[in-house]
T-cell receptor
Framework: GAVVSQHPSWVICKSGTSVKIECRSLDFQATTMFWYRQFPKQSLMLMAT?????????EQGVEKDKFLINHASLTLSTLTVTSAHPEDSSFYICSALKEPEQYFGPGTRLTVT | AQRVTQPEKLLSVFKGAPVELKCNYSYSGSPELFWYVQYSRQRLQLLLRHISRESIKGFTADLNKGETSFHLKKPFAQEEDSAMYYCALSVTGGGNKLTFGTGTQLKVEL
């Protein structure tokens, strides 16, 4: 199989604080992981590509200093939302690449109050 | 830049009726097309990809380059097909990045 987990599944934080979301490939190694954002009843929007051992590649319009990505091992990528604001509230989904397919995590619901 | 369009937000059909979920794309090169499905309270999962030309759970999809379409079809809808369906595209040399359509909610009624 190819299972991807995310932690936490939901988180509430206060405006101005930072929150870290973990994405793990449980039974395979992934040199490449992806982070998506999904607004209510809308599609998944790719935020960035996370590459193990190197800097993440961000999509146009995504603030790299706000959404910090670290891919320190072959099974773990983290997304840190820094100085969160209410407009950052969303559903964040990661996927891990096991060629030729992306396997998706269950998502993390972030609410910033 | 590439784009994926799914014109229907919601498609409601009766059990046993044929289903067609529309997907059109815009990309000047040769894309790879996918259909992903998300059942209620479950994660996104791959349903099929055009390269493999498989039939999964009775669903098929043919890439029509002339019409730039990749419609998903099933001859007889089942209640368990009710889910959110996303069409997605990746491009050669694009690092496996996916561009998703806005999704179509399929509701199969008894």
């Amino acid at each position: 199989g190819a299972v991807v987990s995310q932690h936490p599944s939901w988180v509430i934080c206060k405006s101005g604080t930072s929150v870290k979301i973990e994405c793990r490939s449980l039974d395979f190694q992934a040199t490449t992981m992806f982070w998506y954002r999904q607004f209510p009843k809308q599609s998944l929007m790719l935020m960035a590509t996370s590459n193990e051992g190197s800097k993440a590649t961000y999509e146009q319009g995504v603030e790299k200093d706000k959404f910090l990505i670290n891919h320190a091992s072959l099974t773990l990528s983290t997304l840190t939302v820094t100085s969160a604001h209410p407009e950052d509230s969303s559903f964040y989904i990661c996927s891990a690449l096991k060629e030729p397919e992306q396997y998706f995590g269950p998502g993390t619901r972030l609410t910033v109050t | 830049a590439q784009r994926v369009t799914q014109p229907e937000k919601l498609l409601s059909v009766f059990k046993g009726a044929p289903v067609e979920l529309k997907c059109n794309y815009s990309y000047s090169g040769s894309p790879e097309l996918f259909w992903y499905v998300q059942y209620s309270r479950q994660r996104l999962q791959l349903l099929l990809r055009h390269i493999s030309r498989e039939s999964i759970k009775g669903f098929t999809a043919d890439l029509n380059k002339g019409e730039t379409s990749f419609h998903l079809k099933k001859p007889f809808a089942q209640e368990e097909d009710s889910a959110m369906y996303y069409c997605a595209l990746s491009v050669t040399g694009g690092g496996n990045k996916l561009t998703f359509g806005t999704g179509t909610q399929l509701k199969v009624e008894l």
